[in-house]
C-alpha cells in the first residue's frame, strides 16, 4: 500500500507512508457525524418533558436510531469491499443532513423516529467506508489510524451533549437545526476525502494490486471463535456505555437533585474521557499488542464501574470518568483485530462492529428504558456496571500474527 500511495502523481495530499492529512480530515468528519449523532441522547430530557415521553419511548426512539445505525453497515461494508465507492461518504451526510433538519420540526413522536432513522442511515454509510480509508492512510500503523478516526467520533459524542447543553436546551427543538451547518461541512470535507480515495484506486488499478496487507494464518475454528469473543465484548462495553450515556443524566438528576444541564456537563466529562481513551488504546494497541490492551480495558475498568452506584456525586463523577477512560482504550483494538482476523474483508467486518457498536447500544437502550418503567433508574444503573465482566473472556483470544502480503496478482 505504501508503493501505491507514493507512485501516486498529481496529488499533493497524497503521502508515502502513514498519511496523517486524511487521517485527521477523517477523524474530524467522524467528531462533526457523531456529535450530530449524540445531540439525539442529549435531547431526551427536553421531549421527555415536552411530549410527555415515557422511558420506554425514548429507549425506542433510541432503538430506531440505533437499528438504523447498525443494519446496513455489514453489507454497505461488504458491497464496498468489492465496488468501493469513494463519494458515497458524502452522500451519505447528506441522509443526516435531511433527518436533522426534519427533527427540528417534527411535531410527534412518529416524525420524530422517522427523523433520527434518516440520521441512522447517514451513519450506516459513513462508518464501514470511512473505516476502509483510515486503514488505506494508515501506512502500516493500523490501531494508530483506527484511533485517530475514532477519537474524532467520541470527541463529537463528547462535544454534542455540551452543545445540546448551551444551545438546545435553553432554545429548544428548533436549535437542533443549527447542527446541519456540521453536516454541510462534513459534506464538503468528505468530496475531498473523496478525491484521495479515487486517486488511490485508480493507481491500485493500473498497478493491479489488491488493496490488502497480508493473510491471517490461524484455523477457521480459531478465527470463528475469536470473532464470537469480540462479539461479547461489543455486548458488555455497548450494553454498559448504553446505559450511561442514555440514563446517565437521569440517574444524577434523580439520585443527586442536579439540574438537567449540570447533568449534560457529567455526561460530557464522560464521553470526554471515553474519547481520550480511544486514542490512548491505539498507541498502546500498535505498541504492546492489541489483546493486552483489551484484557486492560477489562481489569482496569470492573473496579470502577462496580463501585461507581455506591459513591457520592462527586466520586461518582471521577468512577465514570475513570470508567469510560479505560473501558473505550479497547474498542480501536477490537476492530483492529477483528480485520486482522479477516484482512481481505475489512469494510464488512467494520461495519460487522461498528454496526453491532450502534445495534447493541440501541438495544441496550431500549432494554434499560423498558427496566426502568419498572423497577427504577437507580437499579438499571445498579445492574449495568455488572456488565463490563462479561468481558473476562478475552482471556481465551489467541494472537493474531498476519502473514505476508500477498504478491502482486497479475492481469
Given at each position: 500500500m505504501?508503493?501505491?500511495v507514493s507512485?501516486?502523481k498529481?496529488?499533493p495530499?497524497?503521502v508515502?507512508?502513514?498519511?496523517y492529512?486524511?487521517?485527521?480530515t477523517?477523524?474530524?468528519?467522524h ?13 431526551y430530557?427536553l421531549?421527555k ?6 422511558f420506554?419511548?425514548?429507549g425506542?426512539?433510541?432503538?430506531v436510531?440505533q ?13 464496498a469491499?468489492k465496488?468501493?465507492q469513494?463519494?458515497?461518504l458524502s452522500?451519505?451526510?447528506c441522509?443526516?443532513l ?5 427533527l ?5 413522536f412518529?416524525?420524530i423516529?422517522l427523523?433520527?432513522a434518516l440520521?441512522g ?5 459513513f462508518?464501514p467506508e470511512?473505516s ?10 493500523k490501531s ?14 463528547a462535544?454534542g451533549?455540551?452543545l445540546?447543553a448551551?444551545i438546545?436546551?435553553?432554545?429548544g ?5 443549527w ?6 461541512l ?5 468530496v475531498r476525502v473523496g478525491?484521495?480515495?479515487s486517486?488511490?484506486?485508480a493507481?491500485a488499478?493500473t498497478?493491479?494490486?489488491?488493496l ?7 484455523p477457521k475454528?480459531?478465527v ?7 462479539v461479547?465484548m ?6 454498559f ?5 442514555s440514563?446517565?443524566?437521569f440517574?444524577?438528576m ?8 449540570q447533568?449534560q456537563f457529567c ?5 470526554a ?7 490512548a488504546?491505539?498507541f498502546?494497541g ?5 489483546k493486552y490492551?483489551i484484557?486492560?480495558?477489562?481489569l482496569?475498568a ?6 461507581m452506584?455506591?459513591?457520592n456525586?462527586?466520586?461518582t463523577?471521577v468512577?465514570?470518568?475513570?470508567s469510560g477512560l ?7 483494538a ?9 484482512p481481505?474483508?475489512?469494510?464488512m467486518?467494520a ?6 457498536m ?9 432494554f ?6 419498572r423497577?427504577?433508574i437507580?437499579?438499571i444503573f445498579?445492574?449495568s456496571t455488572w456488565?463490563?465482566l462479561?468481558g ?18 497479475a492481469q
Amino acid at each position: 500500500m505504501n508503493r501505491i500511495v507514493s507512485k501516486l502523481k498529481g496529488h499533493p495530499h497524497v503521502v508515502k507512508g502513514t498519511a496523517y492529512t486524511i487521517l485527521v480530515t477523517m477523524g474530524v468528519c467522524h467528531l462533526l457525524n457523531d456529535m450530530i449523532q449524540s445531540v439525539i441522547p442529549a435531547l431526551y430530557p427536553l421531549l421527555k418533558e415536552k411530549f410527555s415521553f415515557t422511558f420506554a419511548q425514548i429507549g425506542i426512539i433510541t432503538l430506531v436510531f440505533q437499528l438504523t445505525s447498525s443494519i446496513f453497515q455489514p453489507f454497505i461494508g461488504l458491497y464496498a469491499d468489492k465496488h468501493p465507492q469513494p463519494y458515497s461518504l458524502s452522500v451519505g451526510m447528506c441522509f443526516t443532513l435531511t433527518g436533522l433538519v426534519s427533527l427540528a420540526f417534527a411535531p410527534n413522536f412518529g416524525l420524530i423516529l422517522l427523523s433520527v432513522a434518516l440520521i441512522g442511515c447517514g451513519s450506516s454509510v459513513f462508518h464501514p467506508e470511512a473505516s476502509r480509508v483510515a486503514q488505506m492512510a494508515s501506512g502500516g500503523r493500523k490501531s494508530l489510524a483506527q484511533s485517530i478516526f475514532q477519537v474524532g467520533g467520541n470527541g463529537g459524542s463528547a462535544i454534542g451533549p455540551l452543545l445540546a447543553a448551551l444551545i438546545v436546551m435553553p432554545y429548544g427543538q428548533h436549535a437542533v437545526g443549527w447542527f446541519a451547518l456540521a453536516a454541510l461541512l462534513a459534506s464538503a470535507l468528505l468530496v475531498r476525502v473523496g478525491s484521495w480515495y479515487s486517486a488511490v484506486l485508480a493507481e491500485a488499478r493500473t498497478l493491479h494490486r489488491k488493496l490488502q496487507t497480508g493473510v491471517c494464518t490461524l484455523p477457521k475454528r480459531t478465527v470463528r471463535m475469536a470473532m464470537g469473543i469480540l462479539v461479547l465484548m461489543i455486548f458488555s462495553k455497548y450494553f454498559f456505555n448504553a446505559c450511561m450515556t442514555s440514563y446517565f443524566t437521569f440517574y444524577l438528576m434523580e439520585k443527586f437533585g442536579i439540574t438537567a444541564q449540570q447533568s449534560q456537563f457529567c455526561l460530557f466529562a464522560y464521553l470526554a474521557a471515553f474519547a481520550i481513551g480511544t486514542l490512548a488504546g491505539g498507541f498502546l494497541g500498535d505498541r504492546y499488542g492489541r489483546k493486552y490492551v483489551i484484557l486492560f480495558s477489562i481489569l482496569g475498568a470492573a473496579p470502577f464501574t462496580l463501585a461507581m452506584p455506591h459513591l457520592n456525586l462527586a466520586w461518582t463523577l471521577v468512577t465514570a470518568i475513570l470508567s469510560g477512560l479505560i473501558i473505550a482504550s479497547a474498542f480501536s483494538a477490537i476492530v483492529v483485530y477483528a480485520t486482522d482476523l479477516k484482512p481481505d474483508k475489512v469494510g464488512m467486518v467494520a461495519g460487522i462492529f461498528f454496526g453491532l457498536m450502534f445495534g447493541l447500544g440501541g438495544i441496550g437502550s431500549a432494554f434499560f428504558g423498558w427496566l426502568a418503567d419498572r423497577t427504577s433508574i437507580e437499579f438499571i444503573f445498579k445492574v449495568s456496571t455488572w456488565l463490563p465482566l462479561l468481558g473476562l473472556v478475552a482471556f481465551a483470544l489467541p494472537d493474531v500474527r498476519p502473514g505476508k502480503p500477498k504478491q502482486p496478482v497479475a492481469q
